[in-house]
Structure formats: C-alpha cells, structure tokens
Nanobody, 124 residues
C-alpha cells in the first residue's frame, strides 16, 4: 500500500510560480509511474502531467506544456510539479497519483494510489 501526500498549494498571483510536492510512504515508488491530475470547481478531473518510473519520459496536457515541469526523486520517494506563468484557469485541486506495476500511465484509470489533493488558486 502506498500513501501519497501533496503539499505546496496556496494562493498565487497570475504569472507567478508554485512548486507542488508529492511525498510517498508505505513502499518505494521507484517502480511506479506517477502523475498529476487536477479538478477545478464544477469540472471533471483532468490529466496534467505524467512521469515514467525512470524519470526520463514525461507527458503534459497541452495547456500546461512549456509552463509546468514534472520531476521525481526516487531516492526521496517524492514527485514534484513546478508550475510557472500560472493563469487563473490553472486554479484547481491538484492530485498526485501512483500506479501499481505500470511504469508509465496517462489515464486516471491506470492509477491505483491517490493523494488527498492540494488547492492551488491563481488570482487575476
């Protein structure tokens, strides 16, 4: 069993930056694909970014490409999401997720473990 805890959310002005962290416990995540998803008010949860278990392959949703960077430190059992040039439409609860036995995944259904989420609010 893996427990995931996100941190780093908060209020930021448009154009600002924020780094989210996702700390895992329970077992090592080095063999898990990991990802970030978000859910805005009244909206469905959507994919934001994914990173291969080896940390070398990443994928982003088009609207954050070039602004967000996902990374991981398997030695620290932690994943990160560096967000820059934030926009009001990035406002959402951000969730991290980890797979069980899958090295890389883009669909939420492929993820087994989820954090409780951290709120990011971007003011205009």
């Amino acid at each position: 069993q893996v427990q995931l805890v996100e941190s780093g959310g908060g209020l930021v002005q448009a154009g600002g930056s924020r780094r989210l962290s996702c700390a895992a416990s329970g077992r090592a995540i080095s063999r898990s694909g990991m990802g970030w998803f978000r859910q805005g008010a009244g909206r469905e949860r959507e994919f934001v970014a994914a990173i291969h278990q080896n940390g070398l392959v990443t994928k982003y949703r088009e609207s954050v490409e070039g602004r967000f960077t996902v990374s991981r430190d398997n030695a620290k059992n932690t994943m990160y999401l560096q967000m820059t040039s934030l926009k009001p439409e990035d406002t959402a609860v951000y969730y991290c997720a980890a797979t069980s036995g899958i090295s890389y995944a883009l669909r939420s259904n492929d993820y087994t473990y989820w954090g409780q989420g951290t709120q990011v609010t971007v003011s205009s």
